[in-house]
């Protein structure tokens, strides 16, 4: 597709929705909008209520909301059923033979599965795990490739009222490990195998190695995918087309209290072990459902695509949930971007006829870099909404994306939002917000937004402070699973009663929120959410290592590379084999995308002279070969030099 409209785009241009689009938006004036948020923040009661009311409620609510802070109980008294609001409720509106995943696997098979289509097989499963013992709020561990059946399990643990808890297919047994012990599954879903990139990851051998000495987990479902070896435990393991034909394929949906939980979904923080962020019922339908209508804008007869993996909560929240909540027919597909080339995503595009498309910062500079032609033998003038999330995008790749994949034409939202919040928080409305690239502009209804400074004071027009919320919204998280004091001290400690995201963000003179980056120990990886501290806990688990100190360093695709410092054993020799042999340990401790970009052996590491290791020097020695600050805070200040040189070569 040739782009005639291309225009130049830099971190000033200011883009408005063009009248087509904004006629048929859901809000299409900034006048509606901000008389819509301050309804919302002023009586959140009424303005929720509204919107709920366009879902599915066995009972309805007493009391929107009840808000105790920092706990938050959404649509109190009510009874309802997710699944229920993702599948049948479309069965029951005659749209049973319309199309809910297109899915295409990365060797190129194909399969349709229709709402009607997808409650049978929901209910089957769920007629399994009910066959198995589990219960509503037993936890289910889900270890899948992106095909149907991740989507299906899910919901069928949402039927019953059991807690999922996803494990990306890129984590190691190690996480698992952690996972399944932190939750206590009783039952885990996964499969023979998964393709990347024409190879299988063994996802059945890894789940075997993590169920190791485990005595929560009764039984586990394997879906056949790859049909690679695997090893079934006779009374433990079961496959799933053996056990879902044993069962009907009806399942009468219960109601369950708005805040019954959904599920738990681990992310990294700044220290420890990564942390279940719990999310429940009624407020994360609304609130996943409410974006998908005013973010995405999507209609009845969009073909949206989110290229998220359900192991992430982009996953969740904008590939199982919301847009089955939304009724739309999506598109899932399996594998790698590059495979077998880079235009894979546009051949999709293509093919499906995609006309809303969510995906990453990352991806688009990766694509940037594998050239256009792999764009160009594609007619993409079906697409006319596009969405980032995960990480700020930089005014180059948004032109490229605006342009080359928009066509000049489709409005870019980008997404500002976390696992924590359920649901995304700042965006542009389609239909009325000027874009810019860089800025994930406005908060969304019922999101009170603001950047303050250390004393809780609001800071100034382009100062830089804490991004918090100061009100409860409905998709937010209500816990960390099984730690109220971590859920406290983490996310309310900072001012009485608001919430604060961990990261940095300004705003500008006219209201548009910039995200700066994340405050904590924190890196973002292609997108991804990794703790230093969980990188450096397991380096330090390896037997040559006395101490490693882990930062990230500016990359141009994946946004930050992991940089490690490891200070060695006494008498164990620097060697580049160790350097292999660290960077494989630690893709088997956590998984393949914490794989550190480079080890650098150091006599010692900066520390404060209470001990503190300043990972902020050498934040600045790996992006700029330098240390500007003051350094004679420093216990021993000889380390800097040695650690330049062992950076330098
Ligand atoms: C949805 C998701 C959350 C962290 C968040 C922030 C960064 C996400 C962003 C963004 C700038 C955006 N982040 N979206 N930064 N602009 N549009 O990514 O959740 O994996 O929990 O990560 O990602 O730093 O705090 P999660």
């Known amino acids: 597709m040739s782009t005639n409209n291309t225009l130049v785009i830099d971190e000033n241009t200011v883009i408005h929705p063009s009248k087509e689009f904004s006629a048929k938006a859901r809000v299409s004036s900034m006048e509606q909008y901000e008389s819509m948020h301050k309804q919302s923040i002023e009586d959140p009661d009424t303005f929720w209520a509204n919107e709920a009311s366009d879902l599915k409620w066995q009972k309805k609510w007493d009391k929107v909301l009840d808000w105790k802070a920092p706990y938050a109980e959404w649509f109190q008294g009510a009874k309802l059923n997710v699944c229920e609001n993702a599948v049948d409720r479309h069965v029951e509106a005659g749209r049973g033979n319309k199309a809910a995943i297109i899915w295409e696997g ?32 037993d936890r289910v561990l889900i ?19 059991a807690v999922h808890s996803i494990v990306f297919g890129g984590f190691s047994s190690e996480s698992i490990k952690d996972r ?50 695997i090893n079934m435990t006779e009374g433990r393991d079961f496959w799933w087309h053996e056990e879902t034909a044993k069962v009907t394929a009806t399942h009468k949906p219960e109601g369950f209290s708005s805040e019954h939980p959904l599920f738990i979904l681990y992310t990294s923080g700044s220290t420890g072990k990564p942390k279940g962020i719990l999310h429940t019922s009624g407020g994360y339908m609304v609130g996943t459902y409410t974006t998908c209508k005013y973010i995405f804008d999507m209609k009845e007869d969009d073909v949206y695509w989110c290229t998220a993996d359900v192991g992430w909560i982009t996953g969740h929240s904008y590939i199982t949930y919301g847009p089955l909540f939304a009724g739309v027919t999506q598109v899932m597909y399996e594998g790698g971007p590059n495979f077998p080339d880079w235009g894979r995503f546009w051949s999709i595009i293509e093919e499906y006829g ?13 694509f940037i870099k594998a050239g256009d032609e792999f764009v160009d033998k594609y007619d993409l003038s079906s697409l006319r909404l596009l969405g980032t999330v995960g990480e700020p995008i930089n005014p180059a790749a948004w032109e490229w994306y605006y342009n080359k994949i928009g066509g000049g034409r489709c409005p870019i939202v980008d997404t500002w939002w976390q696992t924590e919040t359920g649901a995304a928080m700042i965006s542009p409305l389609p239909g009325c917000t000027p ?23 609001e ?39 608001i919430y604060t995201a961990g990261d940095g963000a300004r705003k500008d003179k006219d209201g548009n929120i910039y995200i700066i980056g994340r405050l904590d120990d924190v890196l973002n990886v292609s997108g991804h959410r990794l703790g230093t501290a969980e990188i450096e806990s397991a380096l330090v688990a390896h037997n040559s290592v006395a101490e490693a100190a882990v930062v990230g360093k500016p990359h141009e695709i994946k946004g930050q590379a992991v940089v490690c410092f490891v200070t060695l054993k006494t008498g164990i020799t620097e060697t ?48 700029t070969g330098k240390v500007t600050g003051n350094i004679t805070t420093l216990e021993d200040s000889t380390v800097i030099a040695a650690i330049q040189k062992s950076i330098t070569g």
């Open 106 to 137: 990365e060797p190129g098979d194909k399969r349709t599965v229709t709402y009607q289509q997808l409650q049978h097989e929901v209910c089957r499963m769920a007629n399994v795990l009910i066959a198995k013992g589990v219960k509503s709020e």
């Open 143 to 161: 270890y899948m490739p992106m095909v149907p059946e991740a989507t299906i399990a899910m919901l069928a643990c949402a039927r019953l009222g």
């Open 180 to 229: 399944l012990e932190d939750s206590k599954a009783v039952a885990v879903i996964t499969s023979d195998g998964s393709w990347r990139r024409a190879g299988v990851v063994p996802l059945k051998d890894n789940m075997d190695e993590a169920l190791q000495n485990n005595d929560t987990v009764k039984s586990v479902i394997v879906l056949k995918r790859c049909e690679n070896q």
């Open 354 to 366: 995609v006309t809303i498309f969510y995906t990453a910062p990352t991806a688009i500079r990766a």
């Open 435 to 457: 874009i810019k690239p860089g800025t994930a502009t406005r908060p969304f209804f019922g999101v009170d937004a603001a950047i303050l400074d250390e004393d809780g004071k």
């Open 459 to 497: 800071c100034e027009v382009d100062q830089p402070g804490r991004l918090v919320i100061r009100k409860p919204w409905p998709s937010m998280l209500r816990s960390v699973y099984g730690d109220k004091q971590r859920y406290e001290d983490t996310y309310w400690s900072d001012y009485d009663g």
């Open 576 to 623: 580049d084999e160790l350097k292999v042999e660290l960077r494989n340990h630690v893709g088997k401790v956590i998984g393949a995308i914490a794989k550190p970009d480079a080890i650098h052996f150091a006599p010692g590491l900066p520390k404060t002279r209470s001990g503190k290791i300043m990972r902020r020097l050498l934040k600045e020695l790996v992006a």
